[in-house]
């Protein structure tokens, strides 16, 4: 396995099952750092792609693979703020994030997942038993380290991934990133105005070492969503994780290095 580099080192490691089950919840305040998630109740914000020709689809089978892979994720803040984020499953009992979907300025002090989000015929609102993010997302000496490392991990009561499987991912060189086609990617999650299992297709207009950035449609509450590469026989893997609205009409995802995948590796096993 890659040697995890100190930016996306685990805080803590991942614990056993009965660790776990008896670890009390941490609470470490720092500076506030602009999450990419919103409140319920608040006026719906797109994200970025102001085009009127953009029509972003609503996933009417959400109990179907690669769609039952998505989570909806009913966070409580440590302030008691509610809150909507997305994710995905990586393997038993295990949910893929944005890190600010479990640390915004503290712990979230409850996330309830839902596989295939709230019209799908799965369990709903299973409890989290433990959260993770990385060191870099909480103690980043600047907002550019801390954005480069914004992932987290969820960890289930209990494991559902006999019923939805699970979701691939897969570490991409530059040349490949160069060579998707147009409408070969997108990013399926939650809006927190609605709740509503929304995706939407694109393209991948660059990327950078820590970063891929595309023009797909997406709303506030779809943070933690897997970036998804179709492949010509149209089968899914992730690619990234999505995470912020950086302007211009673009969106973001954190990019699945090989560092990264070594994190996810970790956190999954």
Avoid at 38 to 55: A, F
Avoid at 155 to 160: G, P, Y
Avoid at 249 to 266: E, Y
Wanted: hydrophobic letters at 40%; glycine letters at 8%; charged letters at 20%.
């Amino acid at each position: 396995m890659p040697v995890i580099p100190e930016g996306f080192r685990s805080v803590p490691r991942v614990p056993s099952d009965l660790e776990m089950s008896l670890m009390p919840r941490r609470r470490r305040p720092r500076k506030r750092v602009p999450a990419a998630e919103m409140e319920t109740g608040e006026n719906p914000q797109i994200e970025t792609l102001q085009q009127l020709d953009i029509n972003p689809v609503f996933i009417n089978q959400p109990n179907a693979y690669s769609w039952c892979c998505h989570v909806l994720l009913d966070m409580v803040a440590s302030d008691g703020r509610q809150k909507v984020g997305s994710g995905w499953l990586i393997g038993r009992r295990t949910v893929i994030t944005a890190g600010h979907c479990v640390y915004d300025s503290g712990w979230m002090s409850r996330i309830l997942v839902t596989p295939g989000g709230m019209d799908s015929s799965f369990i709903k609102r299973i409890p989290a038993v433990f959260s993770d993010t990385t060191h870099d997302w909480i103690h980043g000496a600047s907002s550019a380290i801390r954005q480069a490392a914004d992932v987290g991990v969820v960890r289930l009561a209990e494991d559902i991934t006999a019923v939805t499987g699970t979701l691939p991912f897969k570490v991409c060189s530059q040349s490949e990133l160069t060579q998707i086609p147009s409408g070969r990617i997108s990013v399926a999650g939650f809006p927190a105005h609605s709740g509503q299992f929304t995706a939407d297709t694109g393209r991948l207009r660059s990327f950078n070492a820590a970063h891929l950035f595309y023009d797909i449609e997406t709303w506030k509450g779809q943070s933690g969503a897997p970036v998804l590469y179709w492949d010509e026989n149209d089968r899914p893997s992730v690619i990234g994780i999505h995470h912020w609205d950086v302007g211009n009409n673009l969106n973001r995802a954190i990019r699945l290095t090989s560092q990264a995948a070594a994190l996810l590796l970790q956190w999954a096993a």
